[in-house]
Each structure stands twice: as C-alpha cells, then as structure tokens.
C-alpha cells in the first residue's frame, strides 16, 4: 500500500493498480514485450463513478470480455478481482465521484500460460469533464481527415491515434467534440462519444453494422428512448445532412448525454431532446445506485 495521497495528485504520484498490487504512477511498469506496449494490443473500459460506485459495471464488463474474447486475448482478470481493485483504488486516493480507467493487454507472447496485463487508473471527475460539459451544451466541428476505422472500431482498444489526433484536432479549434465521417459521407462517432440526430421528431444514431464503438451510453440512450415513448432508431446519417438536423447531442460515459449547441461555429436549432434523455439518464443513474 501506498501512503494516502490527496486525490488528483499527478499522475506519477497517483495511485495505480496493476496485476493484483497498489503502486505510485511512477512504479507502474509494463514489460517492453508486452503486446500492450509493443503492438497497441490492449483494450480498456472508461467507467465513471457516483458516489463511490462505478456506474453500469456489467455493461462495460460484458464489452471487455465480449472483445477480449473476440480479439483472442488472453483471459483477463476476473471482473471480481477488478471490480475489488477499482475500490481498493478509490479508497487510497479517497475518491467519490471519479473516472476509472480498465486497461487490459494482451500481455506477453508465447508465455505459458501467456497472462494478460492489467491495470487500474482513477481520477478526480472534474479533471475529465469538457467545458462543454460544464456549461450543459458543446461545440463540435467534423475532422478534417476521413474516418476509416474498419471492424476494429467496434472494439475499446488501445490503437487510439487516429481518435486521439481527431480531438486534438477539435481541441486545436477550440471545440469539444471531433465528428468522424467515413470516406462515403456518412456520419460514424466522435471521436470520443457516439452521436445522436433529432430529425422529423425522430431519434437516429449511426448503426452499429457501420462499425461504430457499442457505447454503453448509447445502449442506455436508445433503452431510455423506448421507455419514455420517443421514437429511435439506428439509421445511417449523412455527414452533411447534420446542419438540418433538429438536434444533435453526444453520449459519453463521463460526458453523460451532451446536447450540441454549435456545429462548426453554427448554431443548432434545439436542446429539448438531449436535455430531456439526459435527466432521464441521471435518474438511471439515481436507480442503479
Ligand atoms: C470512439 C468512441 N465512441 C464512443 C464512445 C462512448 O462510449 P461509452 O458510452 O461506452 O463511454 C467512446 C468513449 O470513450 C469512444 O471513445
């Protein structure tokens, strides 16, 4: 154990869980031959926590052994070992309301039994929040660069240029949110959050057949849609068809539901919808506490 550091330390101070033991930041050593180092062969979940409980648990644990499964991974540490290694860790940074990192990778090659690395990350939530998240509506801009992510995209992994450059593309002009849009025109993610149209009263997001990442909070979204009677469905959207659309809003699992208020600098006609789903998703949240 480490001593208790006041949470939001920097990161080579902060506590880290990794392969079953508590370590500072700086002591969190990964072997150079494991394909997570090497090779971008690692996947992750990003979970966020209320009030001390990492919110949809089962949900982002079905997506990391769904991908580790279908990514030949290595069996990766019991969702019980890490569910008591999330608390182990928020209890030594003494965090409440946080944002949890899951890394698992596909450890080292030829190994017998060849195991998979992992580890645990978690920070105060105010250091992973947007500003336009805080201020309760974003700007976004579509990338430059077409998006061509292939069947990978459907998976959390740790290969992340091009999302990583895509937001920092958005960050550069100051906006929240990069929109990625394939190669045909039509619409994918952002590069950090799934995206959601509000057309003819209608709810659409991009299908997930397009190779879109199986956002928790999407799958939340579309449930929430159904209970509250608001038609949605999955339906290809045309990237420059965005500018007619009603709405815009982002789901996020730190971000939660993030109504759009600026689409390349241009206002967005309404708010309605993404404001109403996301206190519809605060009371989920509220529920499953
Ligand atoms: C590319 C991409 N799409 C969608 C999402 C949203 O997924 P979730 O709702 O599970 O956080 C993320 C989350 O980071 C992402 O990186």
């Not at 052994?65 to 019980?80: D, I, N, R």
């Not at 449930?223 to 949605?232: D, N, S, T, Y």
Request: aromatic share 6%; with cysteine; proline share 7%.
């Amino acid at each position: 154990m480490t001593a208790a550091l006041p949470p939001g330390g920097r990161a080579p101070e902060r506590a880290v869980w990794i392969n079953g033991v508590i370590v500072r930041g700086r002591d969190a050593v990964l072997s150079v031959f494991d394909r997570g180092a090497r090779d971008g062969g690692g996947i992750f979940e990003t979970l966020r926590v209320y009030d001390g409980r990492p919110f949809a648990w089962q949900r982002h644990m079905e997506r990391l052994v769904l991908s580790a499964a279908e990514l030949g991974f290595p069996v990766p540490p019991s969702p019980a070992q890490l569910r008591g290694g999330i608390d182990q860790l928020l209890a030594e940074q003494r965090l409440t309301d946080a944002v949890v990192r899951l890394t698992v990778t596909r450890g080292i090659a030829g190994g017998r039994p060849t195991r998979a690395g992992a580890w645990i990350e978690a920070e105060p939530l105010a250091a992973r929040l947007w500003p336009g998240t805080r201020r309760g509506d974003a700007s976004v801009m579509f990338s430059c660069v077409p998006f061509q992510q292939g069947w990978i995209g459907r998976h959390k992994t740790t290969s992340r240029m091009a999302w990583d450059l895509a937001r920092e593309e958005a960050r550069a002009a100051g906006a929240d949110e990069a929109l990625l849009v394939a190669p045909d025109g039509h619409l994918v993610e952002g590069a950090a959050s799934n995206v959601f149209v509000v057309r003819g009263g209608e709810v659409l997001t991009p299908p997930l057949a397009h190779d879109v990442l199986p956002g928790v909070t999407r799958a939340i979204v579309l449930e929430l849609c159904r209970e509250l009677r608001l038609p949605a469905r999955e339906a290809p959207i045309v990237a420059g068809h965005l500018r007619e659309a009603q709405e815009i809003f982002l789901t996020n699992t730190v971000q939660e539901v993030l109504p759009v208020a600026l689409l390349e600098g241009r206002a967005v006609a309404a708010r309605g919808m993404g404001m109403k789903l996301l206190a519809a998703y605060r009371t989920r949240v509220g529920l499953e506490r």
